[in-house]
């Protein structure tokens, strides 16, 4: 396929060929962007817990699309559930500590910096 200035993604195929993130600064060709990183994430087998962590200059943003997701934010839990968004400004320790068998959700990270994250003490 030649390169063009726009590209469209199957989701669920790019989940099954094992490609959490499908935007980004790490990424080559179409892929490539240092303005944005895309993920998308599913509740399943695979699914890990995250390490208490901040971003020095990234915001993420959590889309949740389906089910829900718990995140520890400044030391409270909240519960993400299908329909909202949660917006975390840089600085600000945060966690995902669990989702629903199923969940799915978008994490969009702007800008993409490869080494912007910092692991949090607990």
């Known amino acids: 396929m030649p390169e063009t200035g726009w590209s469209i993604f199957e989701l669920d195929n790019e989940y099954h060929e094992g ?26 087998e695979g699914w890990k817990p995250d390490q208490l962590h901040y971003h020095k200059v990234t915001e993420e943003i959590y889309v949740v699309l389906s089910g829900w997701m718990r995140i520890e934010i400044d030391s409270m839990i909240y519960r993400i559930r299908r329909g909202q968004v949660l917006y975390v400004r840089p600085m600000v320790p945060h966690k995902v500590i669990s989702v629903q068998d199923g969940a799915v959700w978008l994490l969009v990270k702007a800008p993409s910096i490869p080494d912007d994250k910092v692991i949090a003490e607990e």
């Open 19 to 44: 490609r959490k993130w499908l935007i980004g600064a790490f990424a080559t060709g179409r892929r490539h962007s240092n303005n944005v990183e895309i993920g998308y994430a599913k509740g399943d």
